[in-house]
């Protein structure tokens, strides 16, 4: 059983950065393909980026966020980040570190998730 426990989220300013972290434990991390969704009040949960298994590290993102939102991990630290920069109002949301353990399917959708974590609040002030 993998446990994934994210850290970082908080109240920033429009404009500024943050990083959040995913730490796992229980598993093979490096077996498992990483994925960050966020759900925004009044909203369903929705796909935010993704990385690959093992050292391919090939990374997807939502439209929304490319370009200002970064997906890594450090396998030796069993550990999964989303460094978000030029953070906007809308990205305001309890972002979800996930694991995916299956390979095939999409990874995009909730149903392919395996593991969840609890969630972190990213809070973006205008």
């Known amino acids: 059983q993998v446990q994934l426990v994210e850290s970082g989220g908080g109240l920033v300013q429009a404009g500024t950065s943050l990083r959040i972290s995913c730490a796992a434990s229980?598993?093979?991390?490096?077996?498992?393909?990483m994925v960050w969704f966020r759900q925004a009040p009044g909203k369903e949960r929705e796909f935010v980026a993704a990385i690959s298994r093992w050292t391919d590290s090939a990374t997807y993102y939502a439209d929304s966020v490319k370009g200002r939102f970064t997906i890594s991990r450090d396998n030796a630290k069993n550990t999964v980040y989303l460094q978000m920069n030029s953070l906007k109002p809308e990205d305001t949301a309890v972002y979800y570190c996930?694991?995916?353990?299956?390979?095939?399917?999409?990874?995009?959708?909730?149903?392919?998730?395996?593991?969840w974590g609890q969630g972190t609040q990213v809070t973006v002030s205008s």
């Open positions: 229980g598993g093979t991390f490096s077996r498992l393909r």
């Open positions: 996930a694991a995916d353990a299956t390979p095939g399917g999409n990874f995009k959708e909730e149903d392919e998730i395996d593991y």
